[in-house]
């Protein structure tokens, strides 16, 4: 294949998702929905900080999850076992979720107006970066596990988010892992990159990630109403 050919066939694709993309930020609009999308690699805690984040927040505001994996529904059980609906949508082969898996498992989901829907996408640093879901903000999870370089390995991921979360420092005193140096590579890439350090088993930090979330479902609500 020529490689104009492959760039034009890229290029529909991504035209493809984003009028997709578009559909879905406009429905979320219009209902007050707070969308975030959680990118990371395998592991570093996306369910756990879920699971963790829906116990602690119960009944403050209605939540639904979409799950993305290639195979299995074990995040979607896990999520479903809190209480809160969700759907896992599997990618077999993708790596990513697009913007139309979005609409179909909206349209097989309760999304409540002025409430908050979060999206785990398939677990790795390169595919999801590259889809617009319509979600109002990108979240890449790295946890003090992976490496302080992984920002710089995996620039297009970490420049696609507006928020990083940091997770696993209760690990931190058993590692060499540096964290002002990592959150140094990644604002390079993208010098608004809010951070926040949290433990979603030990509970460190998770009041500003909660904090944070209620502030973007109140813009939402605002806008909405506005
Ligand atoms: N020590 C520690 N372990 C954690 C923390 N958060 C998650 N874990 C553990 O990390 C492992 C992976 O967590 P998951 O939540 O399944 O990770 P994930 O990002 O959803 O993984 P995929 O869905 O496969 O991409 C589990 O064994 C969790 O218990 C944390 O803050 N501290
Ligand atoms: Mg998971």
Not at 159 to 168: H, T
Request: hydrophobic fraction near 45%; include cysteine; charged fraction near 20%.
């Amino acid at each position: 294949m020529s490689q104009t050919r492959l760039v034009a066939i890229e290029q529909d694709i991504l035209a493809k998702n984003d009028s997709f993309a578009a559909v879905n930020r406009q429905l979320f609009a219009a209902k007050g929905v707070f969308v975030l999308n959680l990118m990371s690699s395998p592991g570093s805690g996306k369910t756990t900080l879920l699971t963790r984040t829906l116990t602690d927040l119960k009944g403050r505001f209605p939540v639904a999850v979409i799950e993305g994996d290639q195979q299995t529904s074990f995040d979607a059980d896990r999520i479903r076992a809190t209480g809160t609906p969700a759907i896992q949508v599997n990618t077999g082969k993708g790596c990513h979720l697009d913007a139309q898996m979005v609409t179909q498992a909206v349209g097989r989901l309760p999304v409540a107006d002025e409430s908050v829907l979060f999206i785990e996408n398939v677990g790795n640093l390169v595919c999801p970066a590259g889809f617009d879901l319509g979600e109002a903000h990108k979240v890449v999870v790295l946890s003090v596990t992976e490496g302080e370089d992984k920002p710089l390995k995996y620039p297009a991921m970490f420049a696609s988010a507006d928020l990083l979360i940091v997770n696993k420092v209760d690990l931190l005193p058993h590692l060499t892992f540096d964290v002002a140096r990592m959150i140094d590579y990644a604002r390079r890439l993208k010098p608004s990159l809010e951070v926040i350090e949290l433990s979603a088993t030990g509970g460190q930090g998770l009041d500003r990630w909660y904090a944070w979330i209620e502030a973007g479902l109140a813009k939402a609500k605002g806008a909405r109403k506005g």
